[in-house]
């Protein structure tokens, strides 16, 4: 497909409405990282996990960006992400009240740090009972109230 082409379909699926009101969402997207993480670590577990979101939940995701020049780029999330931190007990008990709560969730335990493909990160999760999960980050999605409820104890990351 040509870049013109493509171009054209980008903008004929992309909103041109350019309104001044805020934009307040009905839904949260949240990952919650546990505390002792290195770095690398933090970025690593977040991309992961909210990649995990994206193809799940594919309503989450905007429209393609188009800049000046012509120039298409992948959409994104359409709505913020907010990433938070708490020691591996605030993690287990948000991981519970999520599950309670029937929020849509992404996991990534300690595990997954020893693996390098998709197919050994599910087996390695697969291993473990839910309440076992040695758990280094979550994504979550839901009613704002929600996602509140069940990350009470965590705080905004730095």
Do not use: C
Not at 87 to 101: I, V
């Amino acid at each position: 497909m040509s870049t013109m082409s493509t171009m054209s379909t980008a903008t004929s699926t992309m909103s041109t409405a350019t309104s001044t009101e805020p934009v307040r969402f009905d839904t949260k997207i949240a990952v919650l990282l546990r505390e002792d993480l290195e770095p690398w670590q933090r970025l690593n577990v977040t991309a992961f996990l909210v990649s995990g979101l994206g193809t799940a939940l594919p309503e989450l995701i905007g429209e393609p960006y188009l800049d000046a020049d012509g120039t298409l780029y992948h959409p994104m999330f359409r709505q913020p992400v907010l990433v938070l931190e708490g020691a591996a007990e605030t993690l287990a008990a948000a991981h519970r009240r999520a599950l309670t709560r029937s929020l849509r969730t992404a996991v990534f335990t300690a595990d997954l740090f020893t693996t390098n493909n998709d197919r050994d990160n599910r087996a390695a999760v697969r291993a473990v009972p839910t309440d076992a999960l040695d758990l280094v980050g979550l994504a979550l999605h839901g009613p704002r109230n929600a996602v509140d409820k069940a990350l009470k104890g965590a705080r905004m990351h730095p």
